[in-house]
T-cell receptor
Framework: QKEVEQNSGPLSVPEGAIASLNCTYS??????FFWYRQYSGKSPELIMS????GDKEDGRFTAQLNKASQYVSLLIRDSQPSDSATYLC??????????FGGGTRVLVKP | DTEVTQTPKHLVMGMTNKKSLKCEQH?????MYWYKQKAKKPPELMFV???????INESVPSRFSPECPNSSLLNLHLHALQPEDSALYLC????????????FGPGTRLTVT
């Protein structure tokens, strides 16, 4: 069974702190990795994509990929109350199918 | 511009009704997707169209019928749905097959009574 796993949370972080989200996947053939943010009642919004090992930074977000460990993470620096949402990790292996993890709910407390 | 539009935003239908959901993108993307999302669950893939041809059907019941009239439009025809089909229906598009990013529309909130 090919799977993508995330801690469901909630991950509670104080405003201004770093939120660290983790995701593991089982298919070693996975090639592309994405993080989506989803506010309650809204659709998923793409915030990061990463394709090769290492770090990728975009504003307050950093994605980290380690294919040997089958692990991808998302760091949110200087967390704001507006970052409170569910973060979905999504992985694409060969073909055109995106497999989602169950999502991590993040709560940023002022 | 990464905009995918969906209509209607909300839809309430009876179990004997026939209705359609519509999705449109003008990004020149050649792959389009239908997903179903229940509360507190991740999106579940239903169908994939690649270059206007159905490439993936995730064993979806025949009461859901997809259609891709052209590269910008995607429809989902609904007939004889069940109350358990109530969900958020999401359309997405990507540049093509493979490792491309998928962008989601705002979704249609469907309630089956």
């Amino acid at each position: 069974q090919k799977e993508v796993e995330q801690n469901s949370g909630p991950l509670s972080v104080p405003e201004g702190a770093i939120a660290s989200l983790n995701c593991t996947y089982s298919d070693r053939g996975s090639q592309s990795f994405f993080w989506y943010r989803q506010y309650s009642g809204k659709s998923p919004e793409l915030i990061m994509s990463i394709y090769s090992n290492g770090d990728k930074e975009d504003g307050r977000f950093t994605a980290q990929l380690n294919k040997a460990s089958q692990y991808v993470s998302l760091l949110i620096r200087d967390s704001q109350p507006s970052d409170s949402a569910t973060y979905l990790c999504a992985v694409k292996a060969a073909g055109n199918k995106l497999t989602f993890g169950g999502g991590t709910r993040v709560l940023v407390k002022p | 511009d990464t905009e995918v539009t969906q209509t209607p935003k909300h839809l309430v239908m009876g179990m004997t009704n026939k209705k359609s959901l519509k999705c449109e993108q003008h990004m020149g993307h050649r792959a389009m997707y239908w997903y179903k999302q229940k509360a507190k669950k991740p999106p579940e893939l239903m169908f994939v169209y690649s270059y206007e041809k159905l490439s993936i059907n995730e064993s979806v019941p025949s009461r859901f019928s997809p259609e891709c009239p052209n590269s910008s439009l995607l429809n989902l025809h609904l007939h004889a749905l069940q109350p358990e089909d109530s969900a958020l229906y999401l359309c997405a598009s990507s540049q093509g097959d493979g490792a491309y990013e998928q962008y989601f529309g705002p979704g249609t909130r469907l309630t089956v009574t």
